[in-house]
């Protein structure tokens, strides 16, 4: 009877000489039909463990402890077990280096993939896809572990490495679901904050280490892991505070936002460090509210490994990025942005993929993410890959990841970056270089179906958010219903009205009025869209210059023309958006890896910026005027837009009470205008309201009025197609805001 046992021992091999090999060189496309526990008669099973350094290992069942055989040299080990059932067991593991380790086996666990979800997955509509795929820690069996899944429908083999098993990808291979293209594994015991990735073989052989697409945290360059994160409470808004984003995000709202890229806003001069999300909360939102702002708009803050590129190639599109600090802290900064009633908006880039070997190029050594021909699939501006967005799989992780931000955080909106990239085959190519759609067009059809799905279910999942498109070009219905053939967003920065608006105000006065009209242009356009007049990190970076230094003339010049022109856009149709350090008129160009010059504020001339900006919005938010019909033609009407001879731009915005309006009248050259004539609609007393020329701005201290109450009243004086009229003086380089308080005259 011995000699007989030795002889199965010894045979057993050759019987599994193929399985050895495959596990050994860490390529095994179906482990589970091999591995764990399998039924060798009614009354016997046999356990396999492939268990690399190993010397001993013996399966536990209760007070029984069953020695497993090791297979010839290698590093299977197989135990038979009388029962007649599937057992229940943990094993014990004995390592050369004396150690020993009591574990679940990785196959001894069914399956609990959601076999409806991954249909969902597959169709392109799992809106929480999150929530499926990635590292879970979850409880199976009885058991704490994490789930592991990942979508690699083209490897020959994935498994799962990390600190926990010294990053062999002979130990945990993931179970193959072909219907789906997902793997899948089980692993007990793992503890919050191991590294991890996925070890995936190709079809040809080679072997990739890729992080998780799904991961919720990921190591800071140069690491290159996902980290195992246990989900934590995220940020749930109570009626009160839906009701609130709603009426904060309105069309009929006043939006003025504050852009800001959280490593440079400010840092800590002792160390020249980043800010943490909670000092930031401590610091920056006061700061926000102080100047009047109602949004913060958070430059990218998805895991991503180059500072230079500032969030824009982002890698772990889950992941909130390490640098300034724990998931927990970011859940509180954005509870904080709540308690204030401060709207918070994140950066969103789905248009592109950096080319890092751990990142989604090439996910499964196949063109998984993104379009296999170049000229679909490499971005030649920036060097990145472009999604694959006719792909169902891609259209469900890029969905689910807009919906993960809004849903589990309670923000307030994306602001998608480089929509244009994505809608236009030939976005940045030449002839030659681009492949015409099905139909002979240029039109990216998988990439408006894209962005119409994320819009459409995010603000059908999300109510009160605001979706903004990046968007510079003349492509029609960006912020239209998709149900009316739109791309579904709620507002769409106008670029065309930045670009115009920066070159007038570069010129000098003497030549403004041979270009007046790029001041007017945009009101040809105003209602085509929702828009956001943007004047955004681009436009003080790759040596533009900071805005303070676009402006022509001498020092207090260039400081008059910035307060006129902030002034201008704060009454121009549109939502706002400054980026951080325009507001004090900071003069060197934004460099994203030191602190903004705070140190400016010691000037006069600086803090009057702040002070013109801060006084810009309490007027924007308290008057209807400026804000109730940004999207009408019945809020805006033009006193005069012709006066190029004295670069003088006078309108009318109205709110939604027509008795409701104000009367802006900008002067663009340093030329002080006394008795200026202007029509008005009403008679009665008006008031001046703002002007940009005050002393506390840093202006030249010309009244509008003599009146020390800033009162005029009108005169029975036709002027501009109204009867009435009022005689102000107007300062040079100067915007001024006039407000009808009463009709007695």
């Given at each position: 009877?011995?000699?007989?046992?030795?002889?199965?021992?010894?045979?057993?091999?050759?019987?599994?000489?193929?399985?050895?090999?495959?596990l050994?060189?860490?390529?095994?496309?179906?482990?589970?039909?091999?591995?764990?526990?399998?039924?060798?008669?009614d009354?016997?099973?046999?356990?396999?463990?492939?268990?690399p350094?190993?010397?001993m290992?013996?399966?536990?069942?209760?007070?029984?402890?069953?020695?497993?055989?090791?297979?010839?040299?290698?590093?299977?080990?197989?135990?038979?077990?009388?029962?007649?059932?599937?057992?229940?067991?943990?094993?014990?593991?004995?390592?050369?280096?004396?150690?020993?380790?009591?574990?679940?086996?990785?196959?001894?666990?069914?399956?609990?993939?959601?076999?409806?979800?991954?249909?969902?997955?597959?169709?392109?509509?799992?809106?929480?896809?999150?929530?499926?795929?990635?590292?879970?820690?979850?409880?199976?069996?009885?058991v704490?572990?994490?789930?592991?899944?990942?979508?690699?429908?083209?490897?020959?083999?994935?498994?799962?490495?990390?600190?926990?098993?010294?990053?062999?990808?002979?130990?945990?291979?993931?179970?193959?679901?072909?219907?789906?293209?997902?793997?899948?594994?089980?692993?007990?015991?793992?503890?919050?904050?191991?590294?991890?990735?996925?070890?995936?073989?190709?079809?040809?052989?080679?072997?990739?280490?890729?992080a998780?697409?799904?991961?919720?945290?990921?190591?800071?360059?140069?690491?290159?892991?996902?980290?195992?994160?246990?989900?934590?409470?995220?940020?749930?808004?109570?009626?009160h505070?839906?009701?609130?984003?709603?009426?904060?995000?309105?069309?009929?709202?006043?939006?003025?936002?504050?852009?800001?890229?959280?490593?440079?806003?400010?840092?800590?001069?002792?160390?020249?460090?980043?800010?943490?999300?909670?000092?930031?909360?401590?610091?920056?939102?006061?700061?926000?509210?102080?100047?009047?702002?109602?949004?913060?708009?958070?430059?990218?803050?998805?895991?991503?490994?180059?500072?230079?590129?500032?969030?824009?190639?982002?890698?772990?599109?889950?992941?909130?990025?390490?640098?300034?600090?724990?998931?927990?802290?970011?859940?509180?900064?954005?509870?904080?942005?709540?308690?204030a009633n401060?709207?918070?908006?994140?950066?969103?880039?789905?248009?592109?993929?950096?080319?890092?070997?751990?990142?989604?190029?090439?996910?499964?050594?196949?063109?998984?993410?993104?379009?296999?021909?170049?000229?679909?699939?490499?971005?030649?501006?920036?060097?990145?890959?472009?999604?694959?967005?006719?792909?169902?799989?891609?259209?469900?992780?890029?969905?689910?990841?807009?919906?993960?931000?809004?849903?589990?955080?309670?923000?307030?909106?994306?602001?998608?970056?480089?929509?244009?990239?994505?809608l236009?085959?030939?976005?940045?190519?030449?002839?030659?270089?681009?492949?015409?759609?099905?139909?002979?067009?240029?039109?990216?059809?998988?990439?408006?179906?894209?962005?119409?799905?994320?819009?459409?279910?995010?603000?059908?999942?999300?109510?009160?958010?605001?979706?903004?498109?990046?968007?510079?070009?003349?492509?029609?219905?960006?912020?239209?219903?998709?149900?009316?053939?739109?791309?579904?967003?709620?507002?769409?920065?106008?670029?065309?009205?930045?670009?115009?608006?920066?070159?007038?105000?570069?010129?000098?006065?003497?030549?403004?009025?041979?270009?007046?009209?790029?001041?007017?242009?945009?009101?040809?356009?105003?209602?085509?869209?929702?828009?956001?007049?943007p004047?955004?990190?681009?436009?003080?970076?790759?040596?533009?210059?900071s805005?303070?230094?676009?402006?022509?003339?001498?020092?207090?010049?260039?400081?008059?023309?910035?307060?006129?022109?902030?002034?201008?856009?704060?009454?121009?149709?549109?939502?706002?958006?400054?980026?951080?350090?325009?507001?004090?008129?900071?003069?060197?160009?934004?460099?994203?890896?030191?602190?903004?010059?705070?140190?400016?504020?010691?000037?006069?001339?600086?803090?009057?910026?702040?002070?013109?900006?801060?006084?810009?919005?309490?007027?924007?938010?308290?008057?209807?005027?400026?804000?109730?019909?940004?999207?009408?033609?019945?809020?805006?009407?033009?006193?005069?837009?012709?006066?190029?001879?004295?670069?003088?731009?006078?309108?009318?915005?109205?709110?939604?009470?027509?008795?409701?309006?104000?009367?802006?009248?900008?002067?663009?050259?340093?030329?002080?205008?006394?008795?200026?004539?202007?029509?008005?609609?009403?008679?009665?007393?008006?008031?001046?309201i703002?002007?940009?020329?005050?002393?506390?701005?840093?202006?030249?201290?010309?009244?509008?009025?003599?009146?020390?109450?800033?009162?005029?009243?009108?005169q029975?004086m036709?002027?501009?197609?109204?009867?009435?009229?009022?005689?102000?003086?107007?300062?040079?380089?100067?915007?001024?805001?006039?407000?009808?308080?009463?009709?007695?005259?």
């Amino acid at each position: 009877m011995r000699s007989r046992v030795r002889q199965e021992q010894s045979a057993q091999p050759l019987i599994y000489q193929s399985q050895i090999e495959a596990l050994s060189v860490g390529c095994f496309k179906d482990p589970f039909s091999f591995l764990g526990p399998h039924k060798i008669n009614d009354s016997r099973y046999e356990v396999r463990c492939f268990l690399p350094g190993a010397t001993m290992v013996s399966v536990v069942m209760g007070s029984q402890q069953i020695a497993a055989q090791r297979q010839g040299e290698s590093d299977l080990f197989v135990a038979t077990i009388d029962c007649t059932s599937v057992p229940e067991y943990q094993l014990d593991v004995s390592y050369a280096d004396k150690a020993s380790h009591r574990h679940y086996d990785e196959y001894s666990f069914a399956s609990t993939l959601d076999e409806q979800a991954m249909y969902l997955f597959n169709e392109g509509s799992l809106e929480h896809a999150y929530r499926h795929l990635g590292a879970h820690f979850t409880t199976q069996q009885g058991v704490e572990g994490v789930r592991f899944t990942v979508w690699a429908p083209n490897a020959s083999s994935v498994s799962v490495i990390g600190e926990f098993n010294f990053w062999q990808r002979q130990r945990h291979f993931m179970r193959f679901h072909p219907a789906s293209g997902v793997w899948e594994l089980f692993i007990a015991g793992l503890k919050e904050d191991q590294c991890y990735k996925f070890a995936i073989t190709t079809l040809m052989g080679e072997v990739l280490d890729k992080a998780d697409p799904f991961a919720f945290k990921m190591q800071q360059a140069p690491g290159t892991a996902s980290v195992l994160h246990a989900s934590k409470a995220t940020v749930k808004l109570d009626e009160h505070a839906l009701k609130n984003r709603a009426k904060r995000n309105s069309i009929e709202s006043p939006i003025s936002i504050y852009e800001v890229h959280a490593g440079s806003w400010q840092r800590r001069d002792d160390s020249s460090r980043y800010l943490t999300w909670r000092e930031l909360a401590d610091n920056l939102i006061p700061y926000t509210k102080a100047l009047g702002f109602t949004h913060l708009q958070l430059m990218p803050i998805s895991e991503y490994p180059f500072d230079g590129s500032w969030g824009y190639q982002p890698v772990g599109l889950f992941a909130v990025t390490s640098r300034y600090g724990s998931f927990d802290d970011f859940v509180y900064f954005v509870q904080q942005c709540h308690e204030a009633n401060l709207g918070i908006i994140l950066d969103w880039v789905p248009g592109h993929f950096p080319s890092d070997p751990h990142g989604l190029h090439r996910f499964d050594g196949s063109h998984l993410y993104e379009h296999a021909d170049i000229r679909q699939g490499f971005h030649p501006d920036w060097n990145t890959y472009i999604y694959n967005y006719d792909r169902a799989e891609v259209r469900s992780f890029l969905i689910a990841n807009a919906m993960y931000w809004l849903h589990e955080f309670g923000i307030d909106g994306l602001r998608v970056d480089a929509v244009a990239s994505m809608l236009y085959l030939d976005y940045s190519r030449e002839e030659g270089q681009w492949v015409a759609n099905q139909y002979g067009g240029r039109e990216n059809l998988g990439a408006i179906e894209c962005l119409k799905q994320v819009n459409l279910r995010c603000y059908a999942n999300n109510p009160g958010i605001m979706m903004v498109a990046e968007e510079s070009t003349a492509w029609p219905g960006v912020t239209r219903h998709v149900e009316h053939d739109g791309l579904g967003f709620g507002y769409k920065w106008n670029m065309g009205w930045m670009n115009d608006s920066l070159h007038y105000m570069q010129r000098d006065p003497l030549y403004r009025a041979h270009h007046h009209h790029e001041m007017t242009f945009s009101m040809v356009y105003a209602y085509s869209e929702n828009y956001v007049l943007p004047l955004s990190h681009d436009e003080v970076v790759h040596g533009k210059g900071s805005l303070i230094e676009k402006m022509p003339g001498d020092d207090w010049q260039k400081f008059a023309n910035l307060r006129a022109y902030y002034a201008f856009m704060w009454a121009h149709p549109g939502k706002k958006l400054l980026f951080m350090g325009a507001e004090f008129a900071q003069r060197r160009e934004w460099n994203h890896d030191q602190s903004l010059d705070w140190h400016l504020l010691e000037h006069t001339s600086h803090r009057g910026v702040q002070e013109t900006i801060k006084a810009l919005n309490k007027v924007y938010c308290n008057t209807p005027a400026l804000y109730e019909q940004d999207t009408s033609p019945a809020g805006f009407a033009w006193l005069d837009s012709n006066n190029s001879a004295q670069s003088i731009f006078s309108f009318i915005r109205y709110a939604k009470q027509a008795d409701d309006f104000v009367v802006v009248v900008s002067n663009l050259t340093p030329q002080v205008y006394h008795d200026y004539v202007i029509g008005v609609p009403k008679a009665g007393r008006y008031q001046v309201i703002l002007n940009t020329d005050k002393p506390e701005f840093f202006g030249s201290g010309v009244e509008v009025t003599s009146d020390p109450e800033q009162i005029i009243l009108t005169q029975n004086m036709l002027n501009h197609g109204f009867t009435q009229s009022v005689v102000v003086s107007l300062p040079g380089l100067a915007t001024v805001y006039l407000k009808k308080v009463s009709d007695e005259s």
